[in-house]
Nanobody, 115 residues
Framework: QVQLVESGGGLVQAGGSLRLSCAAS????????MAWYRQAPGKQREFVAL???????NYADFVKGRFTISRDNAKNTVYLQMNSLKVEDTAAYYC?????????WGQGTQVAVSS
């Protein structure tokens, strides 16, 4: 069983930055990939960024050049550095892990960007 706990959300002004963290716990974690998704009020959950076990990354077009996903294997933690935040980035951000053919989700952390 894998548990994912996000942190780092909050309120920030447009143009500002936040760094989200996702700490994974469980025995012998060896994930295929981990990712961030987000869901704005009244909208479907959407993909934001992904990092594979070989450190390949992929980003949604709307965050390219602004967000960076990274990981610290020693801490079993994945980060999402978010720069140049826009009002439209306001959403609940969810950590996702695909481990041994099983999907796991965190509980989400709220990001609010004010104009």
């Amino acid at each position: 069983q894998v548990q994912l706990v996000e942190s780092g959300g909050g309120l920030v002004q447009a143009g500002g930055s936040l760094r989200l963290s996702c700490a994974a716990s469980g025995s012998s974690i060896s994930f295929n990939y981990m990712a961030w998704y987000r869901q704005a009020p009244g909208k479907q959950r959407e993909f934001v960024a992904l990092i594979s076990s070989s450190d390949n990354t992929n980003y949604a077009d709307f965050v390219k050049g602004r967000f960076t996903i990274s990981r610290d294997n020693a801490k079993n933690t994945v980060y999402l550095q978010m720069n140049s935040l826009k009002v439209e980035d306001t959403a609940a951000y969810y950590c996702y892990a695909y481990v041994r053919s099983t999907s796991y989700w965190g509980q989400g952390t709220q990001v609010a960007v004010s104009s």
